[in-house]
């Protein structure tokens, strides 16, 4: 399977060009492990080899979602077989504190219980399976005193219970411009959460190394941060704990902080019992343990003209934060610097809440926070249409921001990269926009069950963490005596094919074929200090950071051949696996043998700091991004109104990714962000059983592909296309491309606002449609009734 790279590259000619040309950088590269994963040979943290003695771990749950830890009968559980070690937060020597941000989060729950599933205890044996039937027991061995629980945000906003202090974003005056403007109106939208379903679950493995250090086999986005909560929680320090990622089967940010629990667990069984300790849950207990997307409601007041222009908004969200604050703050965050998505707002005022429920703690989930509070100006824009009976494409444009004045965001931001306008001009040309839309309306005229909507929706996604000093990178580059490379740098490879373009980076820099440069487990040991990869912000970061390492040993090796040859160094070209300078060429490889022998330095460390960043946590005003990605997808769906039932009948995209690095991998993200996006707005619903009295109340009851239905091949439209917009980015990226991690998931709010669509036909478009996300059939057909019941009335 080990074939040449070459082999595999496009046969675009442009990028034949390219490669000709010495390029490695915005070509169609497969993935770095596509052929070990079609061949089952990339080994994820359950396929590394056990060690002689490894013991496993499982966890105990609380089976009550709100109550008073009495007692743990510890007998009980030790006596079952197999079992070696019980441990509950007694035997936590550090802080039992996992949380990122605000320390509220338990390892193991002390005290009090928070929600059913959570941690109480962890018991470790000599099989997973021994491990897991004694843990099983924790509704035997749990003396509990229940309390009543929370289960909603509108229960606890109702009792002002929240994790962090409500949060105000403002411009303007919108009380003024709400009641000046020529038209009103107030409404209020309810958006679900969504389960991150990587495919790998949740797993540590824990190895007790010399002289008191551990290794700790973590999947895990942010491997630094599960050093420091594993030393934190062990006191020990972090030079004596090692944390190694070197694939994830996905994490979608449910691997961002939310792993830390597992690793502390793993760490402190293998460092007391000095033996290897593996925990890994199955898919039922991480459902249950571990959070996800944040759910969101939304009250709004909208005042507008004519055309639909929004004059003044004032809107207030409440999301679900769960039981501890977790990443909560900041998501909320970035879900009110995202309300405005392409939009110029003159007056708006926000007001963001995380209330704090006995469910499960959510968490990051691609996108964070900005899908939820773009959505809301799209849901809200879409009824401004319908109330005006205007096309909503049109009441969209009407609303973009401008490229030389009205171009500031709520928050202050400039927005000196727009390109909205013509992006969605040459997406609405090529999909036809304006002659479906005459023909769907004929459709429907003459078909009084089957319906079909169409939508066209844009995206402005803002590029960097909202904490500024997040935003950096390191990475090391090793050129070995034969001319190979070794690159370590800071991000994870969760299957986005970051390792495939840091590699690309690195060879373009050095000038050599692909082949030649390997990208190793990430790794505490060998970059320090990294951020987790997450905010779309892996390739920006850690490119930049291992360009700054290649260009050193480039700049070393062109300097020793410049003074063997008599020119200038900065004249020498390094492409096609050679230098050349002065009419001469050489090896790569053999200046490199060169330089080994003239001792000079062939591996570097390099560094990237995003420049111009700068935020206000009190205001929430300042320069949180350092650039924006845009996009706008088209759908076409048809609903069944008898049934409910809806199917996408076609999904034309054009998205913004800069200058690609890999325009091969940038499409299948998109592809795959659209489709996951579409899961999370049409079926895929979370559900708690309600607080009723009964033993299973708070308990998670979609915790099981059985009961929780992600989106399959079959959903995908049988007309799909997606192109990326041609154009740099302005900013000084790498390479000028953009993220394309989050920014695509937006893209779907077109499937969402074309079943409205569709629905709003049922009633001649004069009707609202009060449509909830996901639009599941028992949404759509609550959404239909109220369609009809309207304009029973108006008749």
Known sequence: MNQPVESFLAA????????????????????????LHVAGAA?????????????????????????????IDLATLRAQPGVVGVFTAADIPGPNDCGPIIHDDPILADGTVRHVGQ??????????????????LARQVLQIDALPPVLTAQEAHARAQYVVPPMRLARGDAATALASAPHRMQGSFRLGGQEQFYLEGQISYAIPQEDGGLLVHCSTQHPSEMQHVVAHALGLASHRVQVQCRRMGGGFGGKESQSALFACVAALAARALQRPVKLRPDRDDDMLITGRRHGFDFTYDVGFDGAGRVLGVTVEMLTNAGHSADLSPPVLTRALCHFDNAYWLPHVAMAGYCARTNTQSNTAFRGFGGPQGAL??????????????????????????????????PYEQVVEDNIIHPLVAQLAQRCDYSSRRAAITAFNAGSPVLKRGLALTPIKFGISFNVAHFNQAGALVHVYADGSVLVNHGGTEMGQGLNTKVAQVVAHELGIGFDRVRVTATDTQKVANTSATAASTGADLNGKAAQDAARQVRQRLAAHWAAQIGVDATTVRFANGQA?????????????????????????DGFYATPGLHWNRETLKGKPFYYFAYGAACAEVIIDTLTGEHKVLRADVLHDVGRSLNPAIDIGQVEGAFIQGMGWLTMEELHWHPADGSKNAGKLLTHAPSTYKIPTANDCPAHFEVRLYDADNPADTIHRSKAVGEPPLLLPFSVFLAIRDAISATGGHQADPPLRAPATPEAVLDALDAVRAQAGAAA
């Open 12 to 35: 675009d000619a442009g990028e034949q060009l390219k490669l000709q040309q010495g390029q490695r950088v915005g070509i169609s590269r497969p993935h770095e492990s596509a052929h």
């Open 43 to 71: 080994p994820y943290i359950d396929d590394l080899p056990e060690l002689a003695g490894t013991l496993h771990a499982a966890l105990g749950l609380s089976p009550v979602a709100h109550g008073t830890l009495l007692s």
């Open 119 to 136: 941690p109480v205890f962890a018991v470790i044996a000599t099989s997973r399976d021994a491990a897991r039937r004694a843990a099983a």
């Open 376 to 409: 809301a100006i799209e849901v809200i824009l879409d009824s401004i249409a319908r109330r005006l009976g205007q096309d909503a494409l049109a009441v969209r444009q009407a609303n973009f921001y401008g490229t030389t004045s009205n171009n500031v965001t």
């Open 580 to 604: 050349s300078g002065g009419g001469l060429q050489i090896a790569f490889d053999a200046l490199v043998a060169q330089a080994y022998t003239a001792r000079v330095q062939l591996w570097s």
